[in-house]
């Protein structure tokens, strides 16, 4: 017999979590008979903002790929909340040169039916939302690294999608355009509600941007430490609650690292 249970109703004060965007529940991933990750369990409220922070080598790339649908779980499942399939951005822009920055930013909305009439339209609105709507005509070549980074941000928007998979996306930016994007990306988070995964190995990138902060140790990666982050956004380093977050993280990190390098 069949029984009907009513949803739980939260105490009158307070507020009901945010259903998770995605979960992970015991997943491992082994590449040849080497494991990669181990028994990582792990959700993403809608609309969190989550940094997965570790060494190199550490699995988060393939943890990011296992989210996006791009790799398999060898042990485990991963679900994203309505099976959606989520936008991602790497750390190279891969913009193609001969396309201005809106045509660009068209080609997503193209793979998802958006009708020709509308696209220039909507691909010149998100470019807004990056602040590079004067930059619509111009080619990468024209474009400096953090402004391809901010195309291709506005490309993985154009896709969609409630969830964000970004791979490093800033690393390989000078650490002032790297602080500038930083500011971008919170605003933009904060004004799309989207939930972003976010992989780094820059204890003070994710200090600085993320809601929650996940500590992936080595060989095989899993989760070792979390840290909640209540500060308001935007965040400077330079601020003493900020900058004291990045410390504890990153003793936790070497402790890891020395851990590590003792086997």
Not at 114 to 136: G, I, N, S, Y
Not at 152 to 178: H, N
Request: aromatic letters at 4%; one cysteine or more.
């Amino acid at each position: 017999m069949s029984k009907t249970i009513a949803p739980e109703i939260p105490p009158q004060g307070m507020v009901a979590p945010a259903p998770a965007a995605v979960q992970l529940h015991e997943v491992s991933k082994s590449y040849d008979g080497r494991v990669v990750l181990q028994d990582i369990t792990l959700a993403a409220a809608t609309g969190e903002f989550v940094c997965l922070l570790g060494a190199s080598g550490c699995g988060k790339t393939t943890l990011l790929n296992l989210v996006a649908g791009l790799d398999q779980t060898t042990a485990g499942r991963v679900t994203v909340a309505g099976d959606v399939r989520p936008a991602l951005m790497f750390q190279e822009p891969a913009l193609f040169p001969w396309l201005s920055a809106a045509r660009n930013v068209e080609l997503a909305l193209r793979l998802r039916g958006v009708p020709k009439a509308l696209r220039t339209a909507q691909a010149r609105e998100l470019l807004d939302v990056v602040r590079l709507a004067d930059a619509a005509d111009k080619r990468p070549h024209e474009l400096s690294g953090g402004m391809r980074q901010r195309v291709a941000l506005a490309r993985a928007l154009a896709q969609d999608s409630p969830v964000l998979l970004m791979d490093e996306p800033f690393a390989a930016l000078d650490a002032i355009t790297r602080d500038a994007l930083h500011e971008e990306l919170v605003r933009v988070w904060q004004q799309t509600g989207r939930t972003i995964l976010f992989v780094t190995h820059n204890v003070r990138e994710a200090a600085v941007l993320a809601q929650r902060i996940v500590l992936l140790g080595s060989r095989p990666g899993r989760v070792i430490r979390e840290w909640q982050v209540d500060l308001p956004s935007p965040r400077r380093i330079e601020a003493t609650t900020t900058s004291a977050l990045a410390g504890e993280i990153t003793e936790h990190l070497r402790k890891e690292i020395a851990r590590h390098g003792d086997h």
